[in-house]
């Protein structure tokens, strides 16, 4: 699931999700913008914080493989 989704569905700010996993609230701002890709640690937090609702595995693609 994408963090975008879990905060809408659960009615929850970014800011106040930021304040919850002890990261300022630009940087969940940025990362929903797609101007920032978290951090190993910060996916790991996210993940935790979301009960892995939002998993590690959900902020990379898969990619075909080359031919």
Not at 37 to 59: H, K, N
């Amino acid at each position: 699931m994408k963090l975008e989704t879990y905060l809408s569905e659960r009615d929850i700010k970014p800011s106040a999700f930021a304040v919850e996993i002890g990261v300022a609230p630009s940087t969940i701002t940025r990362i929903l913008r797609g101007e920032r890709s978290p951090g190993f640690d910060l996916v790991m937090r996210i993940q935790r914080a979301t009960e892995g609702s939002v998993r590690a595995e959900d902020w990379y693609e898969e990619k075909a493989p080359a031919a």
